[in-house]
């Protein structure tokens, strides 16, 4: 305002951003109709990769339906270097198109988050888990899910999707996202949040049913 000696309302300066931005990067529109290079160009670049790309026949165009990436390298060495502990997670994307991101994330030998695979559908339901948790299951040739420990957060339609793939699979539950869960129940403050904490850190049984009186 001090250089050009003009008055821009915060509305203007959001609407010259966009446009800047569709000059500089396309539309979305236009990015999705890049979706089959760019698919290409994973598998040219990262060969063995798994990627996969889901498109719907509306009135004879196609239409994004799901996106699925799994990179051999990242693949290889969760097979040759990580424990079998595999964290699944959904998140909301914004943005003009929405849709729902999937993720895999495993540990790896020094205790740090390890990602495997990804991707981006158009809703979250038990469909599109049980499909991702196939995919993914072919692409670890996970054949004993007997020997595979899942971590996740009670998502929609997670419970029939890993019962329908992974039916004898271990599973955990995030802790955080209970924690949440804990706090929407009416149980805000410090001291609620030690008490659960200490629960879920016991190590025994005896010292658990204790924590959990604390709680109480």
Not at 67 to 96: E, T
Not at 145 to 152: A, H, I, R, S
Request: aromatic content about 12%; charged content about 25%; glycine content about 6%.
């Amino acid at each position: 305002m001090n250089q050009l000696r003009c008055h821009v309302s915060r509305d203007q300066a959001y609407r010259a951003k966009r446009q800047a931005l569709k000059k500089l990067e396309g539309s979305h529109e236009h990015q999705f109709s890049k979706l089959w290079d760019y698919a290409e160009e994973l598998r040219r670049t990262n060969p063995g990769s798994t990627v996969i790309l889901g498109v719907n026949d509306v009135n004879g165009e196609n239409r994004f339906e799901k996106f699925y990436v799994c990179l051999s390298a990242l693949k290889q060495d969760f097979l040759g270097g990580c424990r079998p502990i595999i964290c699944v997670d959904g998140f909301h994307l914004k943005g003009p198109h929405k849709g729902i991101l999937l993720t895999a994330v495993g540990v790896d030998p020094n205790n740090n988050l390890y990602p495997i695979a990804y991707s981006v559908v158009q809703r979250e339901s038990m469909d599109t888990w049980e499909w991702f948790l196939t995919v993914l299951e072919q692409d670890l040739c996970i054949h004993m899910d007997n020997e595979y420990t899942f971590m996740w957060d009670k998502q929609k339609g997670l419970i029939n999707a890993f019962q329908s793939v992974f039916p004898n699979s271990a599973h955990r539950f995030c802790v955080r996202h209970l924690q949440n869960n804990f706090k929407n129940a009416g149980y805000r403050g410090l001291a609620y949040k030690n008490a659960l904490w200490k629960a879920v850190r016991a190590s025994t049984v005896g010292e658990f049913k204790l924590r959990i009186e604390e709680m109480k």
